[in-house]
Structures are given as structure tokens and as C-alpha cells.
């Protein structure tokens, strides 16, 4: 028996010159081999069945993640998601993105969602890496019922890191590929996987340096207030002109993100910090609340630089910072501290009182936020502890305080953190479980001081080791 061998079709315009090609949709073997090399043509398909088959198969995919999107409990961000239908409160926004402590623009990136311009919508990368975000979210459940999604983790993992390289590679929405790259080095470093989640970091760190991230004049649009960058006819445009205040906000953000993930990083595992040994040059402004930015209500006498905390010096804004740049600065001073400790280089006396002074600040700042709620923002809770643990830790070093006054140092941290919230906040943060130690070890040491018959503190022995049992529970939870 005979097979006749079925013919591929030739493309219209080979059929009309009198030409055989292979019958490759869009470009036939006629035009590959006319038509001058260009990467961005897209890939060949065999005939229009597989072209079908394959848009069948991307709605079918799309329709699956859409059923494991709605079987969780926490909505998902759609283009045709309202802005109501999600809830924009700090402290909604908070409860997911502080336990990595990254500050997050939620109602920012619900609108670009639902932008209709191609070059506004968020790079695929951010997408999965935000899904990723929010698989990780779920282990608090039970892995047995379905609302669990970590096991999805490693999958939205693989699509994330090979849209990072297409980004890469195209040079394509850059500042959305640092998002991507401080959302990825958190889950990594939250996982466990420390040396991974670093060395993914250092390379976006040195990226977002490249971009002009860390060199931003000013807070203020338009971009004529700003002081003109020296600029080199080998210089490389890696980001697009602002054209709004928002993006001015978005470039703010993304660089603060990616500073603090570089200094956790440090203060908890000792890993050099990519963007510590360029702190001088660091000019960008710390960052205000974000609804200033959307009421383009900046004031100068608002603008605050992070070497200011190092200098000490009083300030007298007309706002209140944002909890946000709280964290900054106590996560800045506590890292240097350990630098300071570790090398015996620096002035140990000129840091000690510059921890000082934003102890007092900090501390009636927090004192304030929780009069009316009681509860306090994640992220002034982990500057003010980082804050009072490297006042302790240079206090120590110095030898400044006898060792009551550092016991009672540390006892008066513990009272911070004797509420359930906050003993919740503590447990999920690796950077305050970190902190705790010190303040553990210096009670364990020194405590028996306070319950002393000498002691004017008043404090009893009991007081003291069910803060200590306390410390224990939180730095060593039972799972």
C-alpha cells in the first residue's frame, strides 16, 4: 500500500511569485533567507493548526490560574478588578508585605493593571513574582486544604527568574525587574535559602546603582526642580524619562526596597552589603507617605537624606516621617553598629549618640501611633527595635551604661514587644528574631541586677524570667 505524502501549503505571496517555501507563518523560508538578520521577529509556526492549538492551549493555562487564583481567600488583581474592590488601608497592605518589609504602592499598581498602554502595564516578571509573593502567604494554612498554595511556590519561582532574563535581555521595564528581583531575595531569604536570595540581590543592587537609583535629587516633579546629573557621551539610558510624580515615588520606593533588603541581608547573616561601601554617595531622599506623593503635596522642609541620621542633627519638619523611613534609619544605624563592632574601626562614641537621638525620636513617635489603637505600623515596630538594639549593642561596647542600666535597657525593649501583635510581628520577622537574641543573652546575663536587693529598679526576679520565657517563645516557636 501507498501513502500519498500530504503537501504543505505555500504562503500567498510564494504562491503568487511561483515559488515553493516551506509554509512557515509569518516569515516562509523565502523571507528568512532574504530579509536581514532581526532578534525581535517572532518565532516560526508550522501552520495555522499549530497556531491554533498553541492560543487554545495559553486560554487553557489562563483559565487555570484564574481557578487557583479564586479559590483563595485574598482577592486578585485583574484589569478589570476595581480599585474599591480592594481594600487600600495601610494596615491591609501591611499585614502581607511588612513581613518582608517591603513597602508596597497597592492602590499604584491596581491602576496600572488596568492601564490600557502596553508600555504602562507590568512586566511579567513583577506578575509572577507578585504570585509568588502571595503563595508564600499561605503557609499559615494547612498544606492539606486547598486554599494552600505553596506548592505553587517553585512554580511561579521558574516563571518568574525567566522573565527576569527576558527583562534582562531586552532591556525591557527595567525598574520593574528590581521590584521583581527585592520581592524574589525576601521569599528566598524568608525560605531559608540565604546564599541563593543573596546572590540574586547583589546583581540587582549594582543594576538599580546602574539605573541612577541611589543619585535622586529631589522628591519633586516636574524634573526641572531637580539638579541636572553629569552626564558622559558613553553614558546609557537604562529607564525612561519621568513624566509623572508618581514615577518620581515608584523610583523612591524601589530604591529604599532594595536598601533595606541589602541591609537584612547584613545585620543577619553577615553577608557584605552591596550598597553599604557607596553610602556617601547615596543622595536620594527618604521616602514620605505615600499620599503626599498622590496629592503632590511635597515640602521641602519635609526632605530628609539618611546621613542626617548619622550626624545627629535636630530637625524640624512639618510632618511627621513615614514609618517606613523609620525602618530605614534604625536598620542603617544597627548595621553600622555591627560594622563598627566587628572591625573596631570608627567612632564608636560619635554612632552611640547618634543612636541616642533617634531612640528619643523614634520612641515618641511609637509612643504617639499607638495612643488611640494601641496597635503599631510593622514597620516603625522593626526600626524601633532596631534602633534600642544597637543603642544596647554600642551602650556595651563602650561601656557607657554599668550593667544594671543595660539590663534595664534591655527589659524596657521586652516591654515593646509584650503585646500578642506585636509578639506576632516579631515572629515573623527574621530581622527582629535576630535583634531578640542580643536582648536575651544581655537579661540572661545581667538580669538577676534588676531583683537585686540593691537595685532601685523595683523590677521582681518573676518579672524577669517571664520576659525571658517570653523572648524564648518568640525567637524559638514551636512548629
Request: with cysteine.
Amino acid at each position: 500500500m501507498s501513502y500519498k505524502r500530504k503537501q504543505r501549503e505555500s504562503c500567498p505571496n510564494c504562491v503568487r511569485s511561483g515559488r515553493i517555501c516551506d509554509g512557515l507563518v509569518p516569515e516562509c523560508m523565502y523571507y528568512r533567507r532574504s530579509a536581514p538578520l532581526n532578534p525581535t521577529r517572532p518565532r516560526q509556526i508550522r501552520n495555522k493548526e499549530e497556531e491554533m492549538y498553541l492560543e487554545e492551549h495559553i486560554r487553557e493555562l489562563e483559565q487555570r490560574l484564574d481557578t487557583l487564583s479564586s479559590s483563595s481567600s485574598t482577592p486578585r488583581a485583574s484589569p478589570n478588578l476595581s480599585a474599591r474592590a480592594v481594600s487600600t488601608s495601610p494596615r491591609s497592605q501591611d499585614t502581607y508585605a511588612g513581613q518582608h518589609h517591603i513597602q508596597v504602592d497597592g492602590p499604584g499598581l491596581i491602576r496600572v493593571l488596568g492601564s490600557q498602554d502596553p508600555s504602562e502595564q507590568p512586566h511579567p516578571a513583577l506578575l509572577d513574582s507578585i504570585y509568588l509573593f502571595a503563595c508564600s502567604c499561605t503557609d499559615i494554612l494547612s498544606p492539606s486544604t486547598s486554599l494552600s498554595l505553596v506548592g505553587l511556590e517553585e512554580h511561579f519561582l521558574t516563571r518568574a527568574r525567566k522573565d527576569m532574563n527576558d527583562s534582562l535581555a531586552w532591556a525591557d521595564r527595567l525598574l520593574d525587574y528590581l521590584k521583581a528581583s527585592n520581592i524574589i531575595a525576601a521569599y528566598l531569604l524568608r525560605r531559608g535559602r540565604h546564599l541563593e536570595g543573596y546572590h540574586h540581590h547583589s546583581g540587582a543592587a549594582r543594576l538599580a546603582m546602574a539605573c541612577g537609583l541611589h543619585r535622586i535629587y529631589s522628591p519633586v516633579f516636574p524634573p526641572h526642580v531637580q539638579d541636572p546629573l553629569a552626564t558622559s557621551p558613553d553614558a546609557v539610558m537604562l529607564l525612561r524619562p519621568i513624566s509623572t510624580q508618581m514615577e518620581v515615588a515608584d523610583r523612591i520606593f524601589t530604591f529604599w526596597n532594595m536598601f533595606v533588603q541589602d541591609q537584612i541581608y547584613s545585620v543577619v547573616h553577615g553577608f557584605a552589603p552591596a550598597l553599604d561601601e557607596r553610602l556617601q554617595e547615596i543622595i536620594t531622599p527618604l521616602p514620605r507617605p505615600l499620599v503626599e506623593y498622590e496629592q503632590n503635596d511635597i515640602r521641602v522642609q519635609d526632605i530628609d537624606h539618611l546621613d542626617r541620621v548619622f550626624q545627629g542633627a535636630s530637625r524640624s519638619p512639618s510632618r511627621a516621617e513615614s514609618a517606613f523611613t523609620s525602618c530605614i534609619k534604625g536598620l542603617a544605624l544597627l548595621r553600622s553598629t555591627r560594622a563598627a563592632l566587628s572591625s573596631r574601626r570608627g567612632d564608636i562614641t560619635a554612632l552611640l549618640s547618634s543612636a541616642q537621638s533617634f531612640s528619643r525620636s523614634i520612641t515618641r513617635t511609637a509612643e504617639y501611633s499607638t495612643e488611640s489603637t494601641g496597635l503599631m505600623d510593622r514597620f516603625l515596630f522593626s526600626g524601633l527595635v532596631c534602633t534600642q538594639t544597637a543603642l544596647l549593642q554600642l551602650s556595651d561596647a563602650s561601656g557607657t551604661l554599668g550593667k544594671e542600666d543595660q539590663a534595664m535597657l534591655a527589659f524596657r525593649l521586652t516591654e515593646t514587644i509584650s503585646s500578642p501583635y506585636n509578639q506576632q510581628l516579631a515572629r515573623s520577622s527574621l530581622l527582629i528574631t535576630h535583634c531578640l537574641r542580643f536582648v536575651q543573652s544581655t537579661l540572661e546575663q545581667h538580669g538577676h541586677i534588676l531583683s537585686g536587693r540593691q537595685s532601685a529598679s523595683g523590677i521582681s526576679r518573676s518579672e524577669v524570667e517571664e520576659r525571658l520565657s517570653m523572648l524564648g517563645q518568640i525567637i524559638t516557636p514551636a512548629w
